[in-house]
């Protein structure tokens, strides 16, 4: 009888309406994307957003670290508690702590990075205004952790087509 019961409650959740992401509404983010950002998403249209992003670090060893991106994505399910949807991104990574190596395997000068994906998501509402998000995106690029004594903390840039998964959080002031 309770697990019959936990299971109607479980469906009424997710096809419940909720207050929707609409046309208008701006969306605070938190993601673990790499370079870990905050972005402010503003809806164009009924499940349409557009979030531009921001993210900065430092280490005393290394320096100071700068993500600038935007990503676009579409909700197929805007008006309900669970949502899938897809997206694309553009960011921009500024790190003193990437290396990256060219095509004879020596490092270069330099620690700008531009990378670029799209993928699936889907985003749940837990209370309110606040969200848990989950998506897979195939980037252009991976960062990768580089192992040894001297290169603690350091990341090499590794080209082509590589996934990853990322979490976070959306609070929607509507």
């Known amino acids: 009888m ?8 479980v469906f009424l959740g997710l096809s419940a309406s909720v207050t929707a992401q609409e046309r208008g509404s701006v969306v605070l983010d938190a993601m673990t994307t790499a370079g870990r950002h905050l ?9 349409l957003s557009i979030r531009p992003s921001l993210g900065f670090g ?4 290394y320096g100071t670290t700068f993500n ?3 990503d676009v994505r579409w909700e197929l399910r805007s008006g309900y508690r669970v949502s899938p949807y897809l997206t694309a991104g553009f960011s921009y990574l500024r ?7 060219d095509s004879s ?9 531009a990378r670029y994906g799209a993928g699936l998501g889907l985003r749940t509402r837990i209370k309110y205004g606040l969200s848990a998000v989950g998506e897979g995106r195939v980037m252009n690029s991976e960062l990768r952790n ?3 004594g001297s290169f603690y903390g350091q990341q090499s840039l590794r080209s082509g087509a590589h996934f990853e ?3 976070g959080l959306s609070y929607v002031f509507n």
């Open 68 to 70: 600038l991106g935007t």
């Open 105 to 113: 395997g020596s490092p270069t000068t330099g620690s700008n990075l």
């Open 58 to 61: 430092y280490s005393g060893q």
């Open 2 to 9: 309770l697990r019959r019961f936990a299971t109607v409650l």
């Open 39 to 47: 972005g402010v998403g503003y809806y164009i249209t009924d499940g």
């Open 95 to 101: 790190s003193p702590y990437v290396v990256q190596y």
């Open 165 to 167: 998964g990322i979490l």
């Open 146 to 148: 580089v192992s040894g």
